[in-house]
């Protein structure tokens, strides 16, 4: 019997593809269009398909890499951004493909975690930032639980105020807050330079 790494994103991949909406994709540009340079390296987390936040970040010119344990989500993500690195492996014991990042983007990944795979995954970001990098995942303001609809797992956000502690004991500043056009709220957080020692802003 295996162990399926995807946590039943994989079985219900074809679902999850046909109901998954533009919500957050203009988010997500907005973001990586004021905070980062041009063409900027971008790590994406429980990336799916690609569609819709990788497919708009690759459109706005940014390089992204692509992590998502689902076999079903990665091939489809080769099939939509052919040209762009993907590895098929659960975010919590990849290597981040060796390599350090201008970006890192988690959408609707976060709260899927367990907890102490949640914290673990923040201080590994932390790590795979460049000085001056930016992180943007996403999670209710709230500290609380429910059921995915889709998978029927229980889901958890840890809250505002336990990220933000845990961002800043790892070495990162929550610069913002986004919300999108779903009121899906957004952790926009900064890795300090090391010329400034303060928080990587645009100017």
């Not at 790590?127 to 029927?152: I, K, M, N, V, Y």
């Amino acid at each position: 019997m295996t162990t399926d790494t995807s946590e039943g994103w994989d079985t219900i991949a074809a679902t999850f593809m046909a109901v998954r909406s533009e919500v957050g994709a203009q988010v997500v540009r907005r973001w990586a269009k004021d905070g980062l340079s041009p063409l900027a390296a971008i790590l994406d987390l429980g990336c799916g398909s690609g569609v819709p936040i990788g497919q708009a970040l690759v459109g706005e010119g940014f390089a992204i890499w692509g992590i998502d344990a689902s076999p079903s989500l990665v091939s489809a993500y080769r099939a939509n951004l052919p040209d762009m690195p993907v590895r098929c492996e659960p975010v919590q014991d990849s290597d981040f493909f060796g390599r350090r990042f201008a970006g890192v983007v988690a959408i609707g990944l976060i709260f899927l975690l367990a907890e102490a795979d949640q914290l673990h995954l923040l201080e590994k970001v932390t790590d795979a930032l460049e000085p001056g990098g930016r992180f943007l995942f996403s999670a209710p303001r709230e500290r609380c639980q429910w059921r995915d609809s889709l998978t029927g797992r229980e889901s958890r956000s840890l809250g505002m105020e336990t990220y933000a502690a845990r961002l800043e004991e790892y070495g990162l500043v929550l610069a913002g807050c986004l919300t999108d056009e779903g009121r899906n709220h957004y952790y926009d957080a900064a890795k300090p330079s090391r010329s400034s020692g303060g928080a990587a802003r645009k100017p």
